[in-house]
Nanobody, 133 residues
Framework: EVQLQASGGGLVQAGGSLRLSCAAS????????IGWFRQAPGKEREGVSC????????????YYLDSEKGRFTISIDNAKNTVYLQMNRLKPEDTAVYYCAAARYYYCSGYGPSMKGFRPDYWGQGTLVTVSS
């Protein structure tokens, strides 16, 4: 059974930090890019960051939404099949349900305005992040 278990959400004051976790099981983890998405009330879901396998020199490659550059860091613990999203200097506009997702044959690289090309094969359940002002 494929599972993507997101956790780590909660209530935090503006300027604070949270680390989200996405624990994956039931599929070939190395073959998939893992992405974080968020959906704020009344807004469309948007991709925030993703990580994918790269090469032997730099095992993983990452992508970030332009607006989150420098605030969010995505990382992976391959031994635990878990991807993390460290979110710093949180703002009230970061309030959203955060989801992790897995997409096969997607390469994450650099920064950009969207993750439109990331088409998930699997979705996890969301974890709510609330940032108070």
């Amino acid at each position: 059974e494929v599972q993507l278990q997101a956790s780590g959400g909660g209530l935090v004051q503006a300027g604070g930090s949270l680390r989200l976790s996405c624990a994956a099981s039931g599929f070939a983890f190395d073959d998939y890019a893992i992405g974080w998405f968020r959906q704020a009330p009344g807004k469309e879901r948007e991709g925030v960051s993703c990580i994918s396998r790269n090469d032997d020199t730099t095992p993983y490659s990452t992508y970030y939404l332009d607006s989150e550059k420098g605030r969010f860091t995505i990382s992976i613990d391959n031994a635990k099949n878990t991807v993390y999203l460290q979110m710093n200097r949180l703002k009230p506009e970061d309030t959203a349900v955060y989801y992790c997702a897995a997409a096969r044959y997607y390469y994450c690289s650099g920064y950009g305005p969207s993750m439109k090309g990331f088409r998930p094969d699997y979705w996890g359940q969301g974890t709510l992040v609330t940032v108070s002002s």
